[in-house]
């Protein structure tokens, strides 16, 4: 990691607290190595978040949640001053989109993640979609606590 320069940053946002502190080390990192942001949001739609309220409108409620993490995301990066990043919303699972979709589609060579994520209750100890990124990732992989 010393010596390597990174160019394309693929982080993984939730808008849960960890979300947020690897979108703001992203954000570090990316200046110090003049890199481009690619800040992904993957809707999972089998997410008790969206299931359990009112099936019927988890569609409806997927593109309001979207729009609100796309407006968070860029007031973190407004408030930072950092201007060279894309908006990844989609709905899927974050496990593939982002470890297998993402990182060759958009020539990535470093995914910053949290520990932890929104998703209690698909995870443990570490938070499941950031293990599979750290297991199956092409490219380096930087979980933040």
Do not use: W
């Not at 607290?17 to 089998?46: D, F, P, T």
């Not at 979709?101 to 698909?122: A, K, P, Q």
Request: proline share 1%; hydrophobic share 35%.
């Amino acid at each position: 990691m010393l010596d390597t320069n990174y160019k394309r940053i693929l982080t993984a946002f939730d808008g849960s607290k960890n979300g947020v502190k690897a979108l703001k080390k992203a954000i570090n990192v990316a200046k110090r190595n003049e890199a481009k942001i690619l800040v992904a949001y993957v809707i999972n739609l089998s997410s008790a978040q969206f299931t359990e309220s009112r099936p019927q409108k988890v569609h409806e409620e997927a593109e309001a949640h979207g729009k609100k993490m796309r407006e968070l995301i860029e007031s973190i990066m407004s408030e930072a001053a950092f201007r060279d990043f894309d908006i990844l919303i989609e709905k899927g699972n974050p496990k593939t989109k982002i470890t297998y979709d993402y990182i060759d589609e958009y020539d990535v060579d470093l995914v910053i993640c949290g520990h932890t994520g929104m998703d209690s209750y698909d995870q443990m100890d570490m938070g499941s979609t950031s293990e599979n990124i750290v297991r199956y990732s092409s490219v380096d992989v930087m979980v933040v606590k």
